[in-house]
């Protein structure tokens, strides 16, 4: 009985030791980032080039008309694949 009083009385010291020495979480910016593939050029862009623009446009309109998502704005760079798939992998 004394070693599981020991037991408990060491376990509750810890437990109540290390709540106190968490650290506080850290601020982080508030955005979140987006590649935007597409394809202007090559083979398909006469379908491409819309689709990105419409792509760009909704990414800006979310950022203006409702502050991001949740408060988190959101941030693109736009990458010209060409429609090749491997260059959306580097």
């Known amino acids: 009985m004394k070693i599981r009083?020991?037991?408990?009385?060491?376990?509750t010291t810890a437990i109540g030791a290390s709540s106190f020495m968490t650290t506080?979480?850290?601020a982080q910016a508030k955005e979140?980032?987006?590649?935007l593939l597409?394809?202007?050029t090559g083979p398909y862009a006469p379908n491409g080039?819309?689709?990105a623009n419409g792509k760009q446009d909704y990414l800006k309109?979310?950022?203006?008309?409702?502050?991001?998502?949740?408060?988190v704005k959101l941030t693109y760079e736009?990458?010209?694949t060409g429609y090749a798939t491997d260059k959306g992998v580097e």
């Open 38 to 40: 597409s394809y202007r």
């Open 32 to 35: 979140q980032f987006f590649p």
């Open 61 to 71: 309109l979310i950022n203006a008309r409702d502050g991001g998502i949740n408060g």
């Open 24 to 26: 506080g979480a850290y």
């Open 78 to 80: 736009e990458c010209e």
């Open 49 to 51: 080039t819309p689709w």
């Open 5 to 11: 009083n020991l037991i408990l009385a060491v376990a």
